[in-house]
């Protein structure tokens, strides 16, 4: 009995021992993973992402660009006619070509003209003859009147002969100058350095008074014609410069003239700006006016590849705060107020000023510790 109670009791030692050794190699197992999870994170600690950050300020205004199409026309434009019917002899522009002011644009057949002048030269010198008999005649008469060989009837008659006579030279006179002007009218003249914008006869045309010949279109300076709001149209008197764009390209020009009347279903007024003859646009086009406008809020212009969307519409931010730790990444909401093409205005609760991840926000999370490899400064308040 006392054998039996011994290797019983060698046995129940044998367990105990087994299980204590089985608790000491999980304990062994644990603690080695610790120290494997541990030298896993200091390695990520030492491999931490490079970031390129950029500090944006905080503004308390931005600068906008307002846009006002208008379309583009000559200063000056007018129909060309004659102020007398006949024939067309000749025509000596057409469409499109510029002309000089003073050039030759048409001419009438002045044939019957020309006769009608040699017709009443003529007759002025005809009549020019008579009057030199009758003051010849009115001569002899007034010695005769006053040697009392005449009577008084015949002196007066011939003094009123003469007088007659030299009204009808006035007279005739006038005539020759009126055909005068008739063949002188007979030539259309350009009133200003033009271009022809449309030629509506042919030589050998018959055309009454007032019928149009040709269009002309001022070319020396172009007009754009822009409709602005009222309360807008200070702004562009103090402005320091004004740009119209034609197809992406900015031209300068200046005002020439305001309209004072308002039209009463826009509500603006129209606004005239001279564009100089180096940057011609063709007429009828359409232009804007970019006419800047400052807006005050505080808020930061940032990259829009900063941004990220958030839930419900709502945007974010990276910002890379520094800590204890090192350079740590934060999400941050903020509103847009404003956009352009590669840029936004923001307000957000980021500080005075902030540095934030500018591209690249997918490679990195919140929470996440970086490495900043460059930090550039945004351009402050304005910088279009």
């Known amino acids: 009995m006392e054998k039996d109670a011994t290797i019983v009791i060698s046995k129940s030692a044998v367990r105990k021992s087994f299980a204590f050794l089985l608790i000491g190699g999980f304990i062994a197992l644990a603690t080695a993973g610790l120290h494997l999870r541990a030298s896993s994170n200091d390695a990520a600690d030492v491999r931490r992402l490079p970031v390129a950050v950029e500090t944006v300020?905080?503004?308390?205004?931005?600068?906008?660009?307002?846009?006002?199409?208008?379309?583009v026309e000559a200063r000056q434009t007018v129909n060309l006619s004659f102020e007398q019917a006949g024939k067309i002899a000749a025509v000596m522009v057409d469409e499109g070509d510029f002309?000089?002011?003073?050039?030759?644009?048409?001419?009438?057949?002045?044939?019957?003209?020309?006769?009608s002048r040699a017709q009443t030269q003529a007759a002025v010198d005809r009549i020019a003859?008579?009057?030199?008999?009758?003051?010849?005649?009115e001569t002899r008469q007034k010695q005769l009147f006053e040697q009392g060989h005449s009577t008084e009837q015949r002196y007066d008659e011939a003094r009123l002969n003469r007088e007659a006579l030299e009204a009808q030279v006035s007279e005739t006179?006038?005539?020759?100058?009126?055909?005068?002007?008739?063949?002188?009218?007979?030539?259309?003249?350009?009133?200003?350095?033009?271009?022809?914008?449309?030629?509506?006869?042919?030589?050998?045309?018959?055309?009454?008074?007032?019928?149009?010949i040709v269009t002309l279109?001022?070319?020396?300076?172009?007009?754009?014609?822009?409709?602005?709001?009222?309360?807008?149209?200070?702004?562009?008197k103090t402005a320091e410069t004004l740009f119209v764009s034609y197809r992406g390209t900015p031209i300068p020009a200046k005002?020439?003239?305001?309209?004072?009347?308002?039209?009463?279903?826009?509500?603006?007024?129209?606004?005239?700006?001279?564009?100089?003859?180096?940057?011609?646009?063709?007429?009828?086009?359409?232009?804007?006016?970019?006419?800047?406008?400052?807006?005050?809020?505080?808020?930061?212009?940032?990259?829009?590849?900063?941004?990220?969307?958030?839930?419900?519409?709502?945007?974010?931010?990276f910002a890379v705060e520094e800590g204890d730790e090192g350079n740590r990444i934060a999400r941050r909401a903020v509103e847009v107020i404003y956009a352009e093409t590669s840029r936004v205005y923001?307000?957000?609760?980021?500080?005075?000023?902030a540095r934030l991840v500018a591209s690249g926000t997918h490679r990195v999370v919140p929470g996440q510790y970086v490495d900043v490899i460059s930090d550039t400064e945004t351009v402050t308040n304005g910088g279009q």
């Open 173 to 212: 006179k006038a005539a020759l100058k009126t055909i005068d002007i008739n063949i002188e009218k007979s030539s259309l003249y350009a009133p200003f350095d033009a271009q022809v914008g449309a030629r509506l006869v042919d030589t050998g045309a018959v055309r009454d008074a007032g019928m149009t």
């Open 217 to 236: 279109l001022e070319s020396k300076v172009q007009q754009a014609r822009i409709s602005v709001p009222t309360d807008r149209v200070e702004a562009m």
């Open 255 to 317: 005002i020439s003239a305001i309209r004072a009347d308002v039209n009463q279903t826009t509500r603006t007024q129209d606004v005239l700006l001279d564009i100089l003859p180096e940057n011609s646009v063709p007429f009828g086009e359409l232009v804007e006016l970019a006419l800047p406008e400052t807006r005050v809020q505080q808020g930061y212009w940032v990259p829009v590849e900063a941004l990220i969307e958030g839930k419900k519409g709502l945007w974010n931010i």
């Open 346 to 353: 923001v307000t957000a609760n980021i500080g005075e000023q």
């Open 99 to 115: 002309v000089a002011e003073g050039a030759l644009i048409a001419r009438l057949d002045t044939d019957l003209l020309e006769a």
């Open 57 to 71: 300020q905080r503004q308390p205004s931005y600068q906008v660009n307002e846009y006002y199409a208008g379309r």
């Open 129 to 137: 003859s008579q009057v030199k008999l009758a003051k010849l005649t």
